[in-house]
């Protein structure tokens, strides 16, 4: 299993008000727009002054954005149908985007900066790559295959100095690079040698001497983890099966020595008991998307999710995004967070219900002083 897709279901300065536990928080919602031109937006990544990644969608047309948080304004960051996935503490967004030349028959890893998309080329004998995750240090994340988005693709690490290298796999033949954090610590997955072969979450240190390669995080149960985010303490978030009976998955947060099941919103119901997580913050805040159970005439329905630790080792809460949201807020439905930063702003992809269309938006704490 692949990451997931919002398409494919059709899809600051620190703040002095700190961290809050969902318990409580409410929080005010900022649609950020759409890049002249487009007709859609989608939220990819956030740092932690309030800038954003993303991509803008008109029909098959898509660009990269970057929406800068002091000036409240969404651009886009260049590049020929490109996407964006990340954003660095410097605000340089990666992604992917097709470039005119002999050598770029399929869409390249990108760096997109002032407007100019940057090719950031191909790992030996693949046509695709797509770049992930970016550090504060210019180390970017991604993967390259024969397919654009293929999971039969290979891991990789971009630097400035090195190009694009290969960081193997767990064994098998396949791997893929989700996020980078500041120390050069990466997170994806990776198939592992085994008779049958199962796809398991790692963590690796970039460019370390004493590395050791790739290290299996395992899973919750079954045979597949995907390891989607990483913090500064080197705790990973993602999603795992959690049995070998039926392909449902849940949420995890691996803290160093066990992997925690962050459960669902879904129920009992195997279709609904599913859960995906896609970002974290060093508060060990967590965020993703899940499912809430039918109702009579109601269909399941995804919505975004945040999880929090309570003041045990490893229990926490889930809870649904939208019934967080303070004043407008309600005017939207959040289906996926894709990110959290350390001061608590999530951004998430939401259905704009009274214009019927997709936008991302950026959450931000409300301090109990400041709400009605």
Not at 310 to 337: E, P
Request: a neutral charge; aromatic letters at 8%; glycine letters at 12%.
């Amino acid at each position: 299993m692949k990451k997931l897709s919002l398409v494919s279901i059709g899809l600051m300065a620190c703040l002095a008000i700190g961290i809050s536990t969902a318990r409580g928080q409410e929080y005010s919602l900022m649609d950020l727009g759409v890049v002249k031109d487009m007709v859609a937006s989608e939220a990819g990544a956030l740092n932690n002054l309030g800038h954003i990644a993303g991509t803008a969608y008109k029909g098959q047309e898509t660009c990269a954005f970057h929406f800068d948080y002091a000036k409240k304004y969404m651009a886009d960051a260049g590049g020929v149908n490109s996407r964006g996935f990340g954003i660095s503490s410097t605000n340089v967004v990666v992604g992917d985007s097709f470039f005119a030349s002999p050598m770029a028959s399929g869409s390249h890893a990108a760096t997109f900066q002032a407007g100019v998309a940057k090719d950031l080329g191909l790992l030996r004998g693949q046509v695709y790559s797509r770049a992930n995750g970016i550090n504060g240090i210019g180390q970017v994340v991604g993967f390259s295959g024969p397919k654009r988005d293929s999971s039969e693709s290979r891991a990789f690490l971009w630097t400035y100095q090195t190009g694009m290298r290969d960081i193997g796999t767990l064994g098998g033949a396949y791997a893929q690079a989700n996020a980078i954090n500041n120390a050069g610590f990466i997170t994806g997955t990776a198939q592992t040698w085994a008779t049958l072969v199962t796809t398991h979450a790692f963590i690796y240190q970039a460019l370390s001497p004493v590395t050791g390669g790739m290290r299996d995080l395992g899973v919750l149960d079954g045979r597949s983890s995907y390891g989607m985010a990483i913090n500064d303490n080197n705790h990973v978030a993602g999603y795992s099966t959690i049995n070998t009976i039926d392909t449902r998955v849940h949420a995890f947060l691996h803290d160093g020595n066990r992997m925690i099941d962050l459960g669902s919103l879904g129920g009992s119901e195997p279709k609904t008991d599913v859960s995906v997580a896609l970002g974290v913050n060093d508060s060990d805040q967590v965020v993703g998307y899940t499912y809430l159970p039918a109702v009579g005439a109601m269909p399941p329905q995804q919505v975004a999710f945040l999880w929090s630790r309570d003041s045990t080792v490893t229990g926490g809460k889930m809870v649904n995004l939208n019934k967080l949201l303070n004043g407008t807020g309600r005017n939207y439905l959040l289906i996926s967070a894709t990110a959290i930063n350390h001061n608590g702003q999530i951004v998430a992809t939401a259905h704009d219900i009274r214009n019927d269309n997709l936008r991302a938006v950026l959450l931000t704490p409300v301090a109990p002083a400041l709400r009605r």
